[in-house]
């Protein structure tokens, strides 16, 4: 994350305000792990890297990540499982033998991103926002 991935943000960046437009950077979604009753941010050096790139180009920054692991450790690990690719066995057609993918987002957890990222560009007030209702 110090190498390639910042310089490709960097990239991007700059590519994207050349072009006219404003680039907004994400951190990356949380992994749903729980330690202690708190989600466990394990993404730490990505995510340090696209808040220093943001910072250094001056970039908006949306936090997801941060958010997430709030809103996530608030309402435990059994609701923010439901964001995940997390079944038992038999609970899922395409997944006979259960999931335990923590990364992968469900329609639930795409939906719950979506909002969070609505949420903090109105919050930043950021021109994107006003595209919002």
């Known amino acids: 994350?110090?190498?390639?991935?910042?310089?490709?943000?960097?990239?991007?960046?700059?590519?994207?305000?050349?072009?006219?437009m404003i680039?907004?950077?994400?951190?990356?979604?949380a992994v749903c792990i729980f330690?202690?009753?708190?989600?466990v941010n394990m993404r730490n050096t990505y995510i340090q890297a696209c808040r220093e790139v943001a910072a250094e180009t001056r970039c908006p920054l949306i936090d997801l990540n941060a958010?997430?692991?709030e809103k996530m450790t608030a309402m435990g690990k059994v609701e923010a499982s439901r964001f995940y690719m997390i079944f038992?066995?038999?609970?899922?057609?395409?997944?006979?033998?259960?999931?335990?993918?923590?990364?992968?987002?469900?329609?639930?957890g795409a939906k719950f991103y979506a909002e969070a990222f609505v949420e903090?560009?109105?919050?930043?007030?950021?021109?994107?926002?006003?595209?919002?209702?």
């Open 1 to 20: 994350p110090q190498t390639t991935y910042k310089l490709y943000l960097k990239i991007y960046v700059a590519e994207a305000r050349a072009r006219g």
């Open 23 to 29: 680039p907004i950077l994400c951190t990356q979604t």
């Open 35 to 39: 330690k202690n009753g708190r989600v």
């Open 67 to 69: 958010y997430a692991i």
């Open 88 to 108: 038992a066995p038999g609970e899922h057609s395409k997944f006979p033998q259960g999931s335990n993918d923590i990364s992968h987002l469900r329609e639930a």
């Open 120 to 133: 903090l560009a109105k919050k930043q007030k950021l021109p994107i926002a006003e595209l919002f209702k």
